[in-house]
């Protein structure tokens, strides 16, 4: 490998650093490699030693996939090393999706791969060629004998890393196990594209995940769901009877060819995650740090990232302890970030059977974006006509946004998929709406979304979570919220209105949100009542007492009540509000129904009240109007509702005729662990929809336009419920439309505001664009 010139920390950062000389690295994959190659040219006079237990050659998997931005990454490191890796690259740019015998394709998207045991033969001739000490076949010393001899320990031990295990109470580990088996093969052809192929046998669904990483081979994954791997018979054979069954399974994919293993084994993912990422002077880098599924090709990527950036910060940082939490600190946003990609990838494979029965281009649409970092906008961008076809066959008119196609619930049709989420205002008086909830309610109803919901409206005063909370207990309530809806109707017509119920329950009789969320009253609270006297926080909120018969009947009633009131204000939908730990999902959830009744225990029993006040409120509802249910699809608590029981829980209110179930997630249990994150909810709409096969509201951090149409396209929603968007701007909709140039009967501008549907010029920044060169 040739030469160059190699930079001194001064060279490259311009003030000397010292206090890293001698660097042991554990483990000689990508990760450990590069870091030591990166640190030698750095600093020539740098002692490091790279053990690795294996030979040279030995290594599993077949292809590495690397992005375009790890390349950046790489050419400004070490040019050497990047021009290496271009000589030896296979680049295509589409991908096939093929199921039930029906390929669709999509261009546009770019991937560079090459063999793993060329990458790696790569980094070690880079390592040889820095002097950079390599000692094969040779077990690291344990970590702790080494960062007593060495300035800085590495640890690219892998996944199954033994200084991490040594080291469990210092970097706090988290190892979850998944629900598919996958074997990594290759096949000696190249396929042409980034290729899945789908196959529904008698045992169950399998897929095959495939590319190129030369001019002759292909990686192939293998995977499926744990039972079906069971039910095929796989965990009684050996692996190459194994292999020769998935050759013929995807006989048409690999064109009859065999395939063929590398020390080849059947495994199960897990997802690492570490609560620190260095201890002392030893540091974690790639997979012994953090994995992310190999459906989104990460795992190489990230190593080498890592690496990079831990060698940057070595250099860039006064000692060791400050270079050692920069790197943590700029590199855990961009690995949870990954993390949570490559998790909805994995949730999507392992519910692969739900979507097996959408239509071809949605099934194609949805396998594309499902870890939400590919979009309907860049996919437009990428593949115009594959993008066209999937919106023709969803419905939306030509060249028209998908958020803007209009649904039908019974006898409402909204003009386009945007919900304004129900969000507690509490600035009623006496649970009377007044002005504020004029002005809020209306102008969101002016600025477009097809649906407006209200706040959860209470439907008694012991029902009230704080003293600012609106209600539908008392006429005056409804004249109010009559004035609301008449202003809805008359200023926005085609802009519907929905008014979401519920009671407390044990969350009740709190402060104003901004006065101390979840917090009671300093004085006057009120009795609360509940599925169990389990109090929200134990020690601070009041202990509710647990509803007896005569109680139920009541609280039936109330809602009940409360319905017919709502048809006399004119609201065009109803919700019943069975989420966030409210008192009817307080019934629903393990965590906070302990009852021994009728009402209490198996999941069933736990259904049966929230299923006596639906059937109550259905009855009060006209029948033409629709009614949704919004629900809690997880507690995120251990021992809480499950994704399992979700799903048994919209089947109930489906069956019982609930027209849509709205799916958030948590608020149930002050203790819950959310995974916070873009769309976060939306997986377990998405598992609703495409399990109980009834319409899903989906909501929880979806904040563009691009989002709606990605979600709606393929087939995870039928509505996207949005709420801090529309506090930002209450013209959310209507702007939505304006920048997709969109200008049809989805999202009317009201005549008044006709002249602002168009944003506002401002002045030129920009100078005259140089025309000739002269010589």
Same mark, same amino acid.
């Given at each position: ?56 050659? #030995? ?16 050419? $400004? ?15 295509? @740019? ?33 390592? #040889? ?73 008698? $045992? ?235 002005? $809020? ?193 997880? @507690? ?140």
């Amino acid at each position: 490998m040739p030469t160059e010139a190699r930079p001194t920390g001064v060279e490259r950062f311009g003030v000397e650093r010292t206090g890293v000389e001698r660097v042991a690295v554990i483990g000689g994959g990508p990760g450990g490699l590069y870091a030591a190659a990166l640190l030698k040219r750095l600093r020539p006079e740098r002692d490091i030693t790279v053990w690795e237990r294996n030979a040279p050659d #030995d290594t599993f998997g077949f292809g590495v996939v690397l992005s375009d931005e790890t390349l950046g990454g790489i050419a $400004h490191a070490d040019p050497v090393v990047h021009a290496a890796l271009q000589r030896e690259f296979v680049r295509w @740019d589409a991908i096939d999706i093929v199921h039930r015998r029906t390929a669709q394709t999509s261009g546009g998207h770019g991937f560079a791969a090459l063999g793993r045991r060329r990458l790696l033969e790569i980094l070690r001739e880079r390592c #040889d060629s820095l002097g950079v000490r390599l000692r094969f076949r040779a077990p690291a010393p344990p970590a702790a004998e080494l960062a007593a001899s060495h300035d800085l320990v590495i640890a690219a031990d892998g996944v199954n890393s033994l200084t991490r295990t040594a080291h469990a109470d210092a970097f706090g580990p988290r190892l979850t196990t998944h629900r598919c088996r996958y074997i990594w093969l290759a096949a000696d052809f190249a396929f042409d594209a980034f290729r899945f192929e789908i196959a529904e046998t008698p $045992h169950g669904v399998m897929q095959l995940h495939g590319y190129p990483f030369a001019a002759d081979a292909s990686t192939v994954i293998v995977e499926m769901r744990e039972e079906v791997w069971r039910a095929a018979g796989f965990d009684a054979q050996d692996v190459s009877r194994s292999i020769e069954r998935c050759a013929d399974v995807f006989r048409d994919a690999l064109g009859g060819r065999p395939l063929r293993s590398n020390n080849s084994a059947w495994l199960t993912f897990r997802t690492v995650v570490n609560s620190r990422w260095s201890h002392g002077n030893t540091v974690l880098i790639g997979d012994a740090a953090h994995t992310a599924h190999f459906s989104i090709g990460s795992g190489t990527k990230l190593a080498v990232e890592d690496a990079l950036t831990l060698a940057a910060c070595v250099e860039e940082q006064p000692d060791l302890p400050g270079a050692l939490a920069a790197y943590e600190a700029e590199r855990r946003p961009v690995v949870e970030s990954t993390q949570r990609a490559a998790a909805a990838s994995l949730r999507w494979f392992e519910e692969l059977g739900a979507y097996v029965d959408q239509p071809p281009r949605q099934f194609a649409f949805n396998l594309l974006t499902r870890s939400r970092r590919v979009t309907h906008g860049n996919l437009r961008m990428r593949d115009a006509s594959f993008t066209a076809g999937v919106e023709e066959e969803f419905g939306a008119a030509p060249g028209n946004p998908p958020m803007f196609t209009p649904l039908r619930l019974r006898g409402l049709e909204l003009r386009n998929r945007v919900v304004v989420s129900p969000m507690d205002m509490y600035s009623a008086v006496d649970g009377v709406p007044g002005d504020f909830h004029l002005v $809020h309610l209306g102008a969101r109803a002016l600025g477009g979304a097809g649906l407006v919901m209200t706040e959860m409206v209470c439907v008694s005063a012991e029902g009230r979570i704080t003293p600012g909370c609106a209600g539908l207990y008392t006429d005056e309530q409804a004249t109010a919220w009559a004035r609301i809806t008449d202003f809805v109707h008359a200023s926005s017509p085609g802009t519907a209105v929905g008014v979401q119920i519920g009671h407390s329950g044990r969350k009740g009789s709190t402060k104003l949100m901004w006065e101390g969320i979840d917090q009671p009253l300093d004085h006057g609270n009120w009795p609360l009542a509940a599925a169990s006297p389990i109090p929200y926080a134990a020690g601070v909120n009041q202990i509710p007492r647990a509803l007896d018969r005569a109680g139920l009947t009541a609280v039936r009633e109330e809602f009940a009540a409360a319905a017919r009131r709502a048809v006399r204000c004119g609201f065009d939908l109803l919700e019943l509000h069975c989420g966030h730990g409210y008192l009817l999902s307080g019934f629903l959830s393990p965590l906070t129904n302990h009852r021994t009744d009728a009402y209490g225990g198996p999941l069933d029993n736990r259904l049966r009240f929230p299923l006596e006040v639906f059937d109550a409120v259905r009855a009060a509802w006209p029948d033409d109007r629709p009614m949704t249910v919004r629900i809690s699809a997880t @507690d995120w608590a251990e021992g809480g509702t499950t994704a399992e029981d979700a799903v048994e829980i919209a089947h109930a209110f489906a069956a019982r005729g609930a027209d849509a179930i709205d799916v958030s997630t948590g608020q149930v249990v002050p203790d819950e662990r959310p995974e916070f994150g873009r769309s976060y909810q939306t997986p377990y709409a998405d598992r609703i929809r495409n399990t109980v096969r009834v319409p899903v509201v989906a909501v929880g951090a979806i904040s563009s336009w691009d989002d709606v149409n990605s979600l709606l396209l393929a087939g995870r929603a039928d509505l996207c419920a949005l709420a801090r968007p529309h506090l930002y701007d209450p013209h959310w909709t209507l702007h939505a439309a304006a920048e997709q140039d969109y200008d049809g009967p989805g999202a009317p501008w009201p005549p008044p505001y006709l002249a602002g549907s168009r944003p506002p010029p401002t002045g030129r920044t920009d100078a005259p664009k140089p025309r000739l060169t002269l010589g």
